[in-house]
């Protein structure tokens, strides 16, 4: 029994010591494997360490190269805004000068303007009134027959044979009776017209404007129309462009009782048209008084030319003859011309010998011998 304790406990301590060599076996293949992958873990961050050494390189390489390109295009974007800012900068400065020049004119205009609407008020006030108005009227009609007619064509504030003295007397040419030219004109009705806004006013304002307008047109045409002593119309002038086409568009009526009374109502442009006839007329009327005088002297410009052209045909007859005589001395010359191309071409003979210029032309010849009788001239004559 001890024995096999005995044995027992040897084989225990056996499988122990197996156990334990097993043991350390294994614990030295583990440090083994653990060395192992220490190393490869050690061999891999080495070269994960390489690697990011490399991309660290690779990307400040990056990070140099995006840096200066970025600089690149900051500068060159720099200097385009730069130069940008410069061509806008006198571009404003230029537009700044065109808007100090305009602002200029406008400010001339704004003051010629202003000086007009002083004028245009001194005009209302002056027409506002009858007598300064009727003054304004005929000055102004006066200024244009003035500067179209000459003196003695006209008459103002002449006297008829009833004692009325119109505006203006035109006197027509071939003893035809004058033209009449009234300048007043009725204002405060057209100017109340003009100047009421509301429909039932601006009725009774051009009812009243009509009514006045055909008083005067009467009145014209009972006080200046006189037969055999004025023309059978009379002119009614209006100081105002813009009136007279008011006129003619609102009261159209007005304007056929007026032409139907033998009354003209014309405006400055029209008044100096007429006037510009009637200088045509009395110009004709002048030449037609002289025609006796430009007959004389186109008669004795006849008689001039009669002898310019005698003059002249005598004149050729000795052009002609001087041409006869060049052309004969032209023909001398010619023949002399001829002689001497045939006396250059002379040729020599031998007077033993033959000739060794060819058969002439037939025709009369002369033959020269010369005094040692070895040479012979001969001379052919050609017409």
């Not at 006198?90 to 000068?97: A, G, P, Q």
């Not at 000086?115 to 009727?134: E, F, H, P």
């Not at 071939?174 to 004109?185: Q, R, T």
Request: glycine fraction near 6%; include cysteine.
């Amino acid at each position: 029994m001890a024995i096999l304790g005995v044995a027992a406990f040897a084989a225990i301590l056996l499988w122990l010591a197996a156990s334990s060599r097993r043991r350390a076996a294994q614990l030295v293949r583990q440090a083994e494997q653990s060395e192992a992958r220490l190393a490869e873990l050690m061999r891999s961050q080495a070269e994960m360490q390489g690697r990011l050494a490399t991309m660290a390189e690779t990307l400040s390489q990056r990070q140099s190269e995006l840096n200066q390109a970025v600089n690149q295009r900051l500068d060159g974007m720099s200097h385009r805004l730069g130069n940008t800012i410069t061509e806008q900068t006198k571009s404003t400065h230029e537009n700044l000068r065109l808007l100090q020049e305009r602002l200029a004119v406008i400010d001339a205009a704004q003051n010629n303007i202003q000086t007009l609407a002083k004028d245009v008020v001194g005009l209302q006030a002056i027409l506002s009134n009858k007598q300064t108005r009727g003054a304004f009227g005929q000055g102004r009609m006066e200024a244009i027959i003035a500067d179209g007619l000459p003196m003695g064509a006209y008459e103002f504030q002449g006297q008829l044979s009833n004692g009325k003295r119109p505006d203006c007397l035109i006197r027509m040419p071939n003893g035809a009776p004058p033209l009449v030219i009234d300048a007043k004109f009725p204002l405060e009705a057209w100017n109340a017209f003009r100047d009421v806004a509301a429909p039932e006013a601006r009725k009774a304002a051009a009812a009243q404007f009509r009514r006045d307008l055909e008083v005067h047109i009467r009145d014209i045409s009972e006080k200046y129309l006189i037969n055999g002593e004025t023309q059978e119309i009379a002119f009614l002038f209006v100081p105002s462009e813009s009136i007279f086409a008011e006129i003619h568009e609102h009261f159209d009526a007005v304007v056929q009782k007026a032409q139907r009374s033998r009354v003209v109502i014309v405006s400055p442009s029209l008044l100096m048209l007429s006037i510009q006839v009637i200088q045509a007329v009395l110009k004709d009327q002048r030449m037609r008084e002289q025609a006796h005088l430009i007959q004389g002297e186109v008669a004795i410009l006849m008689e001039d030319l009669g002898r310019l052209d005698d003059r002249t045909r005598k004149l050729q007859g000795h052009f002609l003859a001087a041409q006869r005589d060049v052309e004969q001395i032209l023909i001398s010359s010619e023949k002399l011309t001829r002689r001497g191309a045939k006396i250059s071409a002379l040729e020599l003979e031998h007077a033993g010998g033959t000739s060794r210029e060819p058969q002439s032309e037939p025709g009369p010849s002369h033959a020269v011998e010369s005094r040692t009788g070895l040479l012979k001239l001969r001379v052919v004559d050609e017409e």
